[in-house]
C-alpha cells in the first residue's frame, strides 16, 4: 500500500464560511483530521454537514500525537493537519508533523487558505514590497522590550497579541517607536466585531480604552515601515569607555547597548579589547 499524504490545511479565522471548496473537499477526503481542539474543528466540520476521524495535536501533545499519525501516514492513511484557526504551523502547532513527514519522505500537500497575518497587512494600506512577520512577543514585559530592540526594521512589522496583553505591547511600542509612527489594530477579522483602525502610536492606547469592548478577542498589530536607527559608533564607544570605569565588560557592554542602540556583542567585543 502507497503511504497516505499529510495535507495541510487552512480554516477560516472567525467566519466559517470563509472555508474555501478545496479545503472542504480535502476534509471530507481525508482519514484522519489532526486538530489542534477537536471541538473547534468539529464545529467547523459540523457546519458543512462533515464526519471525520479527529486527532488532537496541540502544544502539550505535539510529539507523541506527531509518531502516532505518522505511524498512519506510512500505513497507507491521509491526514489533515488544521489549527484552531488560520494557516498550521504559523503561531500554531503543526511544523513538528510536516518536518517528521518529510523527514520521512512522505508527500506534504498545503491546502491554502486564510491567515490573520496576511489578512491584516492586506487591510492596513502600507505600501511595501516585504513585511516581517513576528508572531507573538514575549509576554514577560523584560523579554518583550528586549525583543522590540531588534524589531525596527524597514519595512511592516507583523505582530500577534492577546487580549488580556495588548494594552502593555502598545504602550512599548510607543515607547520604543514614537508616537509618529502609525499602526493598524486589527481585531476579531471575519468575525461579527471586527475591527481595523489605522492610527499613529500616539493615539493607540487611547482609541483601545474608548470602548471596553476593544480589549477583546483576537488581535493582529501591523506597524508601519520605519528606518532602522543608525548607532553613533564614537558616541557608543565613549559611552562604554565611562562605564567600564565602574562596571564589568559584560554590564558595560549590556548598558551602552541599551543607551546609544548599537550591538551588544559588538560593545562586547570592544570591552574586552580595551582590558587587554
Known sequence: MPPGILYVVATPIGNLADAAPRTLETLRRADVVACEDTRTTRTLLARHGIERTTLALHAHNERAATAKLLAGLQAGRSVALVSDAGTPGVSDPGA???EAAHRAGLRVVPVPGPSAAVAAYSAAGFAAD??????????????????LEAL?????????????????????????????????????????????ARL??????????ANAHRQQGEFVLVLAPGAPARPDAGAAQRVLDVLLETLPASEAAKLAARITGAPRNALYRRALERGK
Open 200 to 209: 499613529p502610536l500616539a493615539a493607540a492606547p487611547a482609541w483601545l480604552e
Open 152 to 196: 525596527d526594521v524597514p519595512w511592516p512589522l507583523i505582530l500577534y497579541e492577546a487580549p488580556h496583553r495588548v494594552r502593555a505591547c502598545l504602550q512599548d511600542l510607543l515607547a520604543r517607536f514614537g508616537g509618529e509612527r502609525e499602526i493598524v489594530i486589527a481585531r476579531e477579522l471575519t468575525k461579527k466585531f471586527e475591527e481595523v
Open 96 to 98: 513538528l508533523l510536516v
Open 130 to 147: 516585504r513585511f516581517l512577520f513576528a508572531g507573538f512577543l514575549p509576554p514577560k514585559a523584560s523579554a518583550r522590550r528586549q525583543a
